[in-house]
């Protein structure tokens, strides 16, 4: 009996964290600034954030990032893949647990990525295949675009906005995550960079997100934070990169103050 319950709770709990994609496709880097970065992240980072910054960065760039959400539940890993070439990029990320005697629900997303520059602008966009699975009703896919813009405002100042699910896709009935992000970087000679942003969903109100990075020890090492905050929606993060030249590796703590904290991990490879 207990354990008929304790499986029933956590099928109810999975289907409320599995309920909107909302979760998928963010990298250690974007945790770590609490998904601020809209208005200037480049290279491969922006292939989940902003695809506009596609044309920004380094000519390769591969990233795999790791992901231990909610503690609590134990087998609940996600997982990032992203490569970058010249201006075209393709990312997979998924959520996953394995129930015993159940089988494996997950959640996934898989884009297909452009950025290109026009003049002082730069453009991009996503083809995205999601999918949910549930070894009760099996696996399903629904296609979905996204679109987004940067655009340096001055020497220290850029600018971005990102529409994410313009096609307003949905699957099993339920909306897939749909919003409007709106926000501005200000750098200041590579020693910090703070990121302002907002959030909006359709019919709810606006989130707020800052982010901030510092670079320490003649970039080496950099140290990140940042707060998302919002009527119904709460979140802290903190983060640690380590700048190895051609390697990047982070690491980001971030917590939305109901669920125990997540862990996240990454190597990114540029050149």
Request: no cysteine.
């Amino acid at each position: 009996m207990k354990k008929k319950i304790k499986a029933s709770s956590l099928l109810i709990l999975v289907s409320l964290l599995f309920a909107s994609h909302e979760n998928i496709g963010i990298t250690t880097y974007s945790r770590s600034i609490s998904e601020s970065g809209v208005g200037g992240v480049s290279g491969v980072e922006a292939l989940f954030v902003n695809p506009a910054g596609l044309s920004s960065g380094s000519k390769i760039d591969l990233l795999l990032s790791y992901e231990i959400p909610y503690g609590n539940i134990k087998g609940l890993k996600s997982t990032i893949l992203g490569f970058k070439y010249s201006n075209f990029a393709i990312g997979i990320g998924e959520y996953f647990l394995n129930i015993e005697n159940e089988g494996k629900y997950a959640e996934g997303m898989y884009l297909l990525s452009y950025g290109r520059n026009i003049g002082v602008i730069n453009v991009g966009g996503s083809l995205n295949i999601y999918k949910f699975q549930d070894p009760r009703f099996g696996t399903e896919y629904k296609g979905g675009f996204d679109l987004g813009i940067q655009s340096a405002v001055s020497d220290f100042v850029s600018a971005g906005v990102f529409y994410k699910n313009i096609t307003r896709s949905t699957i099993r009935g339920s909306d897939l995550p749909q919003y409007l992000d709106i926000g501005l970087t200000i750098s200041i000679q590579r020693l910090s960079s703070t990121y302002l942003s907002f959030r909006m969903y359709p019919g709810s109100s606006p989130v707020f997100m800052l982010g901030e990075e510092v670079s320490l020890a003649s970039g080496l090492l950099l140290v990140r934070g940042g707060l998302n905050y919002g009527e119904d929606y709460k979140k802290a993060s903190f983060g640690l990169g380590v700048n190895l030249k051609d390697f990047v590796v982070d690491y980001a703590f971030s917590t939305n103050f109901e669920l125990s904290p997540a862990h996240s991990f990454s190597i990114r490879f540029r050149r």
